[in-house]
C-alpha cells in the first residue's frame, strides 16, 4: 500500500511538470511570433554612401557656411571679453583663431560657390591701413629710438646711453617702436579685428544673420551685467580665470579696469538697441498727423492711445530686449566710471533723439523714459544710487585725479614733434612716454587715459587721421540710412537701416566722450565688437543703395589686365590678411604659455612688502618658471623685466634668511616669524641697505653686509639681468635706479656714469629715484651733485621734500635743513611733517604750518582739510581734528575721500565702534571701495569704544 501511493504521487508530479512545460513553450512561441524585426539591419556601405549624398544634395551650402562663419566670427568677439576683460593674451589668442577660422569658412564658401569676393569695406579698407602702418613699425630700418627723442625731458642724456653707445658703435637697426613685443601683439590683433571685418561683412547679408550676431554680444553683455552687479553688491572676485588676475583692485565682471568694463557695455548696449529694432519686426510711421489736434486733451489722448496700441502689440521677445536694454545701462552706472556713465547717457538719449526719425517724438520720449525709469529703479534696488550720485557731484571738483591726467597729456605733447608721422610704436606707450614725463605723479602711465593723444603718440598724425577716417565713415553711413530721402527711405527701412543706424551713431558718439578719459578702443575685445556692429551697418548700407548685381557677386568685370586685377584684388587681400594672421598664431601662444607664471611673480613683486612665506615656499619654483618662460618667449620685455626684477627680490630675501640665521629672535610661532622676516624685508630692500653701508656711522654694519651683499648676488645675478635688460631696451622702468645703487657695493666702474644718464633720461620726473640718488652721491662725497639733485626732484614734485628734509638734517644738520629746503605754503608744509620722523624737524614744521593756516592767507581745499584734519591729531588735538572733518562731510555727506580717512583716523586712536560704522557708511556711498569688508571684519573683533560728543562727532555704535 505504502509502495502504491508513493508510486501514484510521482505520477502526479511528473504530470505536473508535463504540462508546465508545455505552458513555457507556448508562451515562448507565442512571444516570439510576436516580436518585432531587428531595428538595426546590417551595416550597408553603399546604403550609408547614397544616405549621405542625400543628405549633401539637399543641404543649403551657401547658407551653412555663411553660419558657421558668422556664429564662429561673432562668438569668439561675445567671449573674448571673458578672459579678465580681453587684455590678457589668451582672450587676444581665442579672438585671433575665431577670425582664422571664420575667415577659412568664408573662403571655403567662395570656393564651392565658385564666387570671389567683391567688396572691401571703408572700415575694413581703414584697418588694412593701420595693419600696414604697424607693420611699417616693425621693420628694423632705424637708429636706436632713444637718439629722435631731442624733445625728451633730458634729451641731452640720450648719447651716453649704454644701449644707444653700443648701437652706434655696431651700426645695427632697430624698429621704430619702443616696445617690439607689444607692437607685434598689437599687429596680430589688427589682423584678427580686420579678417573679423572681411567675414562679418559677407555674413551678415539678411536680417536674421545681423540680429543674431548683434544678440550674441548683447547676450554677453547682459550676463556679465547681472554677474557684476552682484559683484558689487558682496565685492567677490573676477568671475573666470582669477588666478591671472594681477591688480587687488575691485573689478567689474571680468573686467579688472571698470572704466573698460564701460567702454565695453556701451557697445553692448548699442547691440541690444538694434536687437530691440529689429524685433520689433515693422516700422511704425511717425504720428505727427493723427496727433494734430485742435486741443490739448485731444492731442494727449490720442498719443495715450497710439501709445497703448504700440506696447500691447509688443511680443515677449521684445519686452526681453527692453528689459536688456535697461539692465546694460544700470550695468554702465554701476561701472562707477564717471566717464562711462555720462556717455551712457549720451548714448541713449542720442539713440532715442534718431528714434524721433522713425517714430516721431510720441513713441520715442516715452521709450526714453522707460528705459530710464527701469535702469534707476535698478540701480534704486541694488542701493547704487548713491554711489553713482556721488562720481557725478565729484565732476564739478576742479582738483581731482583728472588734473594729473591733464599734466601728463601736456607732457606728451613734445613727443609729437619727435614722432609727428608714424609714432613711437603701437602698444608702446608705457615705455614711450616715460622720457617725456616733466611732472611726477605716484602712477606710471602704462596708458594716456585719453585714447586720442594715445594714438597721436604711438600711431603720429598717420594714425590719427586714420581713426579719424574710420569714425567719419561710421557717421557718414549712420546719418545716410537714417536721414535717407524719400525714394529710398522703403529700401532703408526693409533692411533694417533705420533701426541700426541709431545705435551706431548714438555709440560713436558716447565712445568718442568716454574715450577722451579712458583707451577702450586699444582694448581688443571692445574694439572688435564696435566694428562687429560697423560691418553690419556697412553690408545693410550696400543692401540698400547699392545695385543689387554687387551682392550676388556678378559685378560687370572690366576687360583688361586691370580688370582682371580688381577682380582678383580682394581675393588677394583675404589670403594675405589671413596668412599673415596664422603666422602670429605661434608668437601669440608663446604668450599664453608664459602668462601664468609672469602673473604669479607680478603678484608678489608688486607690492613694496611682499609676503616673505611666499618667497620661502614657492620662490625657487616660480624663478624657474620664470627662466623656463623665458626660454618660450624671448622677446617678451615685459617677461625680461619681470623675470629680472624677481631675482632681486630673491636676493632680497637671501638676504633676510641670512640675517635671521645669525640672530635668531627667540622662540616664536610662525606667524610671528613671518611678521619679523617682512619687517626685515623692507630693511634689507637694496635701498635702505645702501644708505646703511655708505653711511660713516654704520662702519662696522658695512664691513659685514657687503659679504652678504655679495653672496646674494652670486646666487641670484639680478645686476646682470638688470643691466643686460637695459642695453635691450632702456626704456624699461625702475631699473637703472636700482642698479645704479647695486654698482655703489663695489669700486667705481666706468658703467656707474651710463646707468645714471639712462636714470635721467628714462625717468627724468622720478623724484623718488633722484631724492634717493642724491642722498646717496652726498653720502659718497659727491656733495654739490647730491644738492643739485635735491633740487631738480623739488622742481619735479613736492611728495618727497620731507624725505629730502630728513636726510639734509642728519648729513648737514636741522637748521641747514630747514633753512636750505622749507616749504613756502601751508600745504606743503603740513605734507612734509606728516611724512617727517618724530623729533625736532617735525615739531618745527607743525609750528610753521600752524602759523600758515592761522593766517588764512589762502584758499582752502579739499586736500587742506585733510591734512589739517591729520596734523591736529598729530598734535593730540583730536577733538579739533574730527570736528573739522565733521564739518565738511556736513556739507558733503558723499565725500567718499574725506569718509575713508575720518574712518582711519578713528581707527588708529581706537574708536573701534565709530570707525565701523563709518565703513558701513563708505560701503553705501561706494559699495566698489576696496577691503571694505576687510576693515569690518577686523574692527568688529577689536574691544568697543565709540567717539564721544565731546570729541566733535556724534556717532552711535553697532548694536
Known amino acids: 500500500m505504502e509502495f502504491e501511493r508513493e508510486k501514484t504521487q510521482e505520477e502526479q508530479r511528473s504530470g505536473r511538470d508535463r504540462r508546465r512545460r508545455r505552458v513555457r513553450v507556448r508562451v515562448r512561441r507565442e512571444r516570439s511570433e510576436e516580436a518585432p524585426e531587428p531595428l538595426v539591419e546590417p551595416f550597408d556601405r553603399e546604403s550609408l554612401r547614397r544616405q549621405v549624398v542625400t543628405r549633401l544634395q539637399t543641404l543649403d551650402t551657401d547658407s551653412t557656411l555663411a553660419w558657421a562663419a558668422l556664429l564662429t566670427a561673432s562668438g569668439s568677439i561675445s567671449i573674448a571679453p571673458w578672459f579678465l576683460g580681453g587684455m590678457i593674451p589668451h582672450a587676444k589668442l581665442f579672438l585671433l583663431l575665431g577670425a582664422i577660422v571664420s575667415a577659412v569658412l568664408m573662403l571655403i564658401r567662395f570656393a564651392v560657390l565658385r564666387e570671389l569676393p567683391v567688396r572691401l569695406p571703408r572700415q575694413t579698407q581703414v584697418l588694412l591701413a593701420l595693419v600696414l602702418l604697424v607693420g611699417y613699425q616693425l621693420l628694423p630700418l632705424w637708429d636706436h629710438l632713444a637718439t629722435y627723442m631731442s624733445h625728451a625731458v633730458n634729451a641731452e642724456e640720450a648719447s651716453r ?112 538697441l538694434f536687437v530691440t529694432g529689429a524685433f520689433l519686426g515693422r516700422t511704425v510711421e511717425p504720428g505727427g498727423n493723427t496727433l494734430r489736434a485742435r ?24 519686452v526681453g530686449a527692453v528689459l536688456a536694454s535697461a539692465t546694460l545701462l544700470a550695468a554702465v552706472a554701476g561701472t562707477l566710471s564717471r566717464a562711462g556713465i555720462a556717455s551712457g547717457l549720451v548714448l541713449i538719449v ?94 606710471w602711465f602704462g596708458h594716456a587715459d585719453n585714447q586720442f593723444l594715445e594714438i597721436l603718440v604711438e600711431s603720429g598724425l598717420v594714425g590719427l587721421a586714420l581713426l579719424g577716417l574710420g569714425v567719419w565713415f561710421t557717421l557718414q553711413t549712420s546719418m545716410q540710412l537714417l536721414w535717407a530721402e524719400d525714394d529710398n527711405a522703403y529700401q532703408v527701412r526693409r533692411y533694417l537701416g533705420d533701426r541700426v543706424s541709431g545705435p551706431i551713431l548714438a555709440l560713436i558718439l558716447a565712445l568718442s566722450m568716454q574715450n577722451f578719459f579712458d583707451f577702450s578702443f586699444s582694448i581688443p575685445a571692445v574694439i572688435a565688437s564696435a566694428v562687429m556692429l560697423v560691418a553690419i551697418q556697412e553690408r545693410i548700407r550696400e543692401q540698400a543703395f547699392s545695385d543689387e548685381l554687387v551682392f550676388a557677386g556678378k559685378r560687370p568685370v572690366r576687360a583688361g589686365v586691370i580688370g582682371k586685377l580688381c577682380r582678383f584684388f580682394p581675393l588677394l587681400v583675404w589670403l594675405i590678411v589671413l596668412s599673415s594672421g596664422v603666422l602670429q598664431v605661434p608668437a601669440t601662444w608663446r604668450s599664453v604659455k608664459v602668462y601664468s607664471v609672469w602673473a604669479e611673480a607680478r603678484r608678489l ?26 626660454e618660450v618667449y624671448p622677446e617678451g620685455e615685459m617677461l625680461r623685466r619681470t623675470h629680472a626684477i624677481f631675482l632681486q627680490a630673491m636676493a632680497t630675501y637671501s638676504i633676510v634668511q641670512e640675517s635671521m640665521s645669525a640672530s635668531p629672535p627667540p622662540d616664536a610661532d610662525r606667524l610671528i616669524l613671518d611678521q619679523r622676516e617682512r619687517e626685515r624685508y623692507s630693511d634689507y630692500s637694496i635701498r635702505p641697505l645702501c644708505v646703511r653701508f655708505l653711511s660713516p656711522e654704520d662702519a662696522d654694519f658695512s664691513g659685514a653686509i657687503r659679504g652678504v651683499f655679495q653672496r646674494s648676488v652670486e646666487r641670484y645675478q639680478w645686476p646682470a639681468a638688470y643691466a643686460a635688460e637695459l642695453r635691450k631696451n632702456p626704456f624699461a622702468r625702475g631699473l637703472a635706479a636700482d642698479l645704479f645703487t647695486a654698482l655703489q657695493f663695489q669700486p667705481a666702474t666706468e658703467h656707474e656714469d651710463g646707468v645714471f644718464a639712462n636714470l635721467l633720461f628714462n625717468e627724468p620726473a622720478a623724484s ?117 572733518l565733521r564739518d565738511a562731510l556736513d556739507e558733503a555727506p558723499g565725500d567718499v575721500p574725506h569718509r575713508v580717512l575720518l574712518a582711519e583716523l578713528l581707527e588708529v586712536r581706537g574708536y573701534n565702534d565709530s570707525a565701523y560704522r563709518e565703513w558701513e557708511r563708505i560701503r553705501e556711498f561706494d559699495p566698489g571701495y576696496p577691503r571694505i569688508s576687510e576693515h569690518l571684519d577686523r574692527l568688529v573683533r577689536l574691544p568697543a569704544r565709540t567717539l564721544s560728543r565731546d570729541a566733535g562727532l556724534n556717532l552711535r555704535g553697532r548694536q
Open 161 to 272: 646711453i649704454p644701449a644707444v653707445v653700443q648701437a652706434v658703435e655696431s651700426g645695427e637697426r632697430f624698429p621704430s617702436t619702443t616696445m617690439p613685443s607689444e607692437t607685434r601683439q598689437a599687429f596680430a590683433q589688427l589682423l584678427a579685428i580686420t579678417l573679423l571685418s572681411l567675414v562679418l561683412v559677407e555674413s551678415v547679408s539678411t536680417s536674421a544673420r545681423a540680429a543674431t550676431a548683434a544678440s550674441l554680444l548683447a547676450i554677453s553683455g547682459l550676463v556679465m551685467s547681472v554677474m557684476a552687479l552682484g559683484q558689487r553688491m558682496d565685492s567677490t572676485a573676477v568671475l573666470f580665470r582669477n588666478d591671472l588676475k594681477i591688480s587687488d583692485s575691485p573689478p567689474f565682471g571680468c573686467f579688472v579696469n571698470p572704466n573698460n568694463a564701460a567702454g565695453w557695455l556701451l557697445v553692448c548696449l548699442a547691440a541690444a
Open 605 to 630: 613683486t608688486s607690492t613694496p612688502r611682499p609676503s616673505t612665506a611666499d618667497f620661502r615656499d614657492r620662490g625657487d619654483e616660480i624663478l624657474a618658471g620664470l627662466e623656463e618662460a623665458l
Open 295 to 318: 486741443t490739448a486733451g485731444e492731442r494727449i489722448s490720442l498719443w495715450l492711445v497710439t501709445l497703448m496700441r504700440f506696447m500691447g502689440g509688443l511680443k515677449p521677445l521684445q
Open 350 to 443: 542720442v539713440f532715442f533723439f534718431c528714434r524721433t526719425e522713425v517714430q516721431g517724438r510720441g513713441l520715442s520720449l516715452p521709450g526714453l523714459i522707460i528705459v530710464a525709469g527701469m535702469s534707476s529703479l535698478l540701480l534704486l534696488f541694488l542701493e547704487l544710487d548713491t554711489a553713482v550720485y556721488s562720481e557725478l557731484a565729484t565732476l564739478k571738483d576742479p582738483v581731482s585725479a583728472t588734473t594729473i591726467r591733464f599734466l601728463h597729456w601736456w607732457d606728451m605733447l613734445p613727443a609729437v614733434l619727435d614722432f609727428p608721422f608714424f609714432g613711437s610704436g603701437a602698444g608702446a606707450y608705457r615705455y614711450s612716454n616715460l622720457p617725456y614725463a616733466g611732472h611726477f605723479t605716484m602712477q
Open 768 to 884: 623718488q629715484h633722484l631724492s634717493y640718488v642724491g642722498h646717496l652721491r652726498v653720502l659718497s662725497g659727491q656733495v654739490e651733485h647730491g644738492l643739485s639733485l635735491w633740487d631738480l626732484a623739488l622742481q619735479y614734485s613736492e611728495e618727497f621734500r620731507a624725505e629730502i628734509i630728513a636726510a639734509a638734517s642728519r648729513e648737514f644738520g636741522a637748521n641747514y635743513a630747514m633753512q636750505r629746503y622749507l616749504p613756502e605754503s601751508f600745504e606743503y608744509t603740513s605734507q612734509a611733517a606728516l611724512r617727517s620722523a618724530p623729533g625736532p624737524v617735525r615739531d618745527e614744521l607743525l609750528n610753521i604750518a600752524e602759523q600758515k593756516w592761522a593766517a588764512g592767507s589762502f584758499e582752502i581745499s579739499r586736500n587742506d582739510i585733510q591734512l589739517r584734519a591729520r596734523t591736529l591729531i598729530m598734535q593730540e588735538r583730536e577733538s579739533e581734528g574730527f570736528s573739522i
